[in-house]
Every structure is written in structure tokens, then in C-alpha cells.
T-cell receptor
């Protein structure tokens, strides 16, 4: 069966520090991969999605970036964090198929910027 | 107008009650629809897909009205464990292979 791993679970970072969040998927090949952010009490905001190695689509211009160095690895990064980057970051995967497939989420990373 | 709109609630219902959530979406070209459940401080989890003819999974029934761009979720015989936020989710269109999530409707089932 497929599993998705995301780490760390929680992170406290000072303003201006770098960020690297990692997500890996097991049990499937060539998945679509996604990064979302959820601010406290708000809905999910799509940040990036990827349909293959090295292919990244950005939904919202910001100081974050994403990379997909391997088929089942998706990384979210920032060179300098802002206070507004605080939130709950979720990685998700879906199979490639006809139409849009449901997405399956990792446990999330709760990021607090001080 | 938001792409996916839901009543935020909260819906406070007693155990055993039937409760219905509604959702409207703006993109008439959307093809895939889902309901997710999100517990407090946890990740969203797929509850069920929504099919054109309507579908049922145990106590849960989902309906889709394409003409009105409206989706519903009915929960019968509510359990305490049903307390959560329910997210309406609609597919993107064009080259976008991502889903659009509503902000969710919060349900609190009380003993």
C-alpha cells in the first residue's frame, strides 16, 4: 500500500532563517505531488504541484520554492522565512489518471516563525 | 466569488441526529468532487468521492447537482466521532492537476 512521510512534525524557526521540509511517498511510481499551507482557522492554500521529476508549478508567488529531485521526493524550501510563513504545511500525493484523482495527505508540519 | 463555498458552521447536533452540509462551486467545467474530513490539528482525510448519480457509504450520502453547481453531504445517525471539519473539494481545470478545497464546515456532535 502507499504511504506518505513528511517531516519534521513541528518546527520553530526565527524570522530570516532558511527552511527545508521534506516529503516522500512509498508504494507508487510517478505520483503527482503537492504542497499546501493552512493558516490557523483557514482553508488549504495550494503552494506548488509537480507532475514529474524537476517539474514544478507554482500557484502563489512568494518566498518559498519547491523541488522534486527524485520521483517520490518533494521538498519545500525558503532562503529567508517571514512571519507570514507560519502555518500548517501539508504534502499530498495522487495517482496519475483520467480526470482529477483524490489526494492523500501526510501528517503535516506545524511551522511557527518567531 | 470563492471557487468553493461552504457554510463554516459550527453545526452543533445531538448524537443520532441527521445533518446535511452544502457546498457550491464556481467552475462549471469541474469534473471531480470529493468530501474530506479534517480533525483538529490533523491532516485532511478522504471521506468519499461524489458521483453524478449520488452515492452512499454507510451513514454518509453525497449528492451532486451539476446544473446548480452544488454538492451535499448527509450524515445519518451522527456519532460523537463524527465531530470534525468537513471539506468540500472540487477539481481544477485546464492544465491544473490540483484540487480546490473549501474552507470547511465544522460539525460538533454532542452527547
Amino acid at each position: 500500500s502507499q504511504t506518505i512521510h513528511q517531516w519534521p512534525a513541528t518546527l520553530v524557526q526565527p524570522v530570516g532563517s532558511p527552511l527545508s521540509l521534506e516529503c516522500t511517498v512509498e508504494g507508487t511510481s510517478n505520483p503527482n505531488l503537492y504542497w499546501y499551507r493552512q493558516a490557523a482557522g483557514r482553508g488549504l492554500q495550494l503552494l506548488f504541484y509537480s507532475v514529474g521529476i524537476g517539474q514544478i508549478s507554482s500557484e502563489v508567488p512568494q518566498n518559498l520554492s519547491a523541488s522534486r529531485p527524485q520521483d517520490r521526493q518533494f521538498i519545500l524550501s525558503s532562503k529567508k522565512l517571514l512571519l507570514s510563513d507560519s502555518g500548517f504545511y501539508l504534502c499530498a500525493w495522487s495517482v496519475v489518471g483520467v480526470g482529477n484523482q483524490p489526494q492523500h495527505f501526510g501528517d503535516g508540519t506545524r511551522l511557527s516563525i518567531l | 466569488r470563492k471557487e468553493v463555498e461552504q457554510d463554516p458552521g459550527p453545526f452543533n447536533v445531538p448524537e443520532g441526529a441527521t445533518v446535511a452540509f452544502n457546498c457550491t462551486y464556481s467552475n462549471s467545467a469541474s469534473q471531480s468532487f470529493f468530501w474530506y474530513r479534517q480533525d483538529c490539528r490533523k491532516e485532511p482525510k478522504l471521506l468519499m468521492s461524489v458521483y453524478s448519480s449520488g452515492n452512499e457509504d454507510g451513514r454518509f450520502t453525497a449528492q451532486l447537482n451539476r446544473a446548480s453547481q452544488y454538492i451535499s453531504l448527509l450524515i445519518r445517525d451522527s456519532k460523537l466521532s463524527d465531530s470534525a471539519t468537513y471539506l468540500c473539494v472540487v477539481s481544477g481545470t485546464g492544465g491544473r492537476r490540483a484540487l480546490t478545497f473549501g474552507s470547511g464546515t465544522r460539525l460538533q456532535v454532542q452527547p
